[in-house]
């Protein structure tokens, strides 16, 4: 069962409550919600807020992707699992992303919503612009994707 | 009927790259929303084109339009590109009108 979306902050906020009624079920034993949020500090200089730009329909397909994979590659086949990735201006403290996994056992869940994470970093298309006190803005450097040259 | 006079100046090898050229639109987004203020950037390229020309068709770009600035240029070299949901590999040839976009180093959560 696979909630994802990604949701345009002037609309709506990012919601743990939503994820927590996608998620929750008699079926599953252990639940994980993991949150990021816009800290007011990186690489020595003083954050304001951080803008987020994604490719929609490839950050979904990739979120689709590592859901799947999580039955191949981790042998979990019983879960819940919701993601959401704002995008648009985030103020300090603001949620940016909502992985909330349900599983059978702790174990599991506690795989699962790590691997969701790391995998998102690593693949999924979004882009942040931090934004400084002094008026200035900078597009953080990211990890080239992988690919194949030829 | 008598030629209009600049129909005289255009040689056979010069219509011949006219007919020979194709549009593609680059869809921008992360860091390459900084090479332009529109969402996207239209270029000229010749029939048959893969992604390692358009590639160097966006360098030359950046060097008309930002002097070379070096950040864009590392950011054109180290970014992927996607065609219709799929990211396609520099070999891939561009049809005509085709909107491809440019995926640069990502890092998001």
């Known amino acids: 069962m696979l909630h994802t979306k990604i949701k345009n902050i002037k609309d709506r906020k990012l919601s743990i409550v939503e994820a927590e009624k996608f998620i929750s079920s008699s079926d599953f034993g252990a639940s994980i919600f993991f949150s990021g949020t816009v800290r007011n500090q990186n690489n020595n ?7 987020y730009d994604s490719h929609d329909s490839l950050v979904i397909k990739s ?11 981790l042998g979990i086949k019983d879960k819940a699992v919701f993601i959401e990735h704002a995008k648009g201006y985030l103020n300090l403290g603001e949620v940016s992303i909502i992985i909330a996994v349900a599983c059978k056992h702790r174990d599991e869940a506690y795989i699962l919503s790590r691997y969701i994470i790391e995998e998102i970093k690593k693949r999924s298309p979004i882009w942040k ?7 200035e803005a900078d597009w953080l450097k990211g990890n080239p994707i992988q690919y194949e040259k030829n | 009927m008598e030629k209009p006079r600049w129909a005289s100046r255009i040689s056979k090898r010069t219509i011949l790259v006219i007919i020979n050229l194709m549009k593609v639109i680059i869809e921008l987004f992360g860091a390459s929303r900084d090479f332009s203020d529109q969402n996207s950037l239209e270029l ?8 390692k020309d358009v590639r160097n068709k966006i360098l030359d770009y950046l060097d008309i339009n930002f002097k070379g600035n070096e950040n864009f240029i590392k950011i054109v ?6 065609s ?3 990211i396609i590999s520099d070999n891939y040839k561009i049809t005509n009108n085709e909107k491809i976009a440019i995926i640069p180093p990502i890092g998001g959560g």
């Open chain 2, 44 to 51: 000229d390229i010749e029939n048959g084109s893969s992604i």
């Open chain 1, 63 to 73: 979120f689709e992707e590592i859901y799947n994979e999580a039955d191949k590659k």
């Open chain 1, 129 to 135: 612009k931090e934004h400084y006190q002094n008026n």
């Open chain 1, 45 to 51: 200089k003083s954050v304001i807020g951080i803008t």
């Open chain 2, 77 to 82: 070299n180290s970014s992927a590109f996607c």
């Open chain 2, 84 to 86: 219709n949901d799929n």
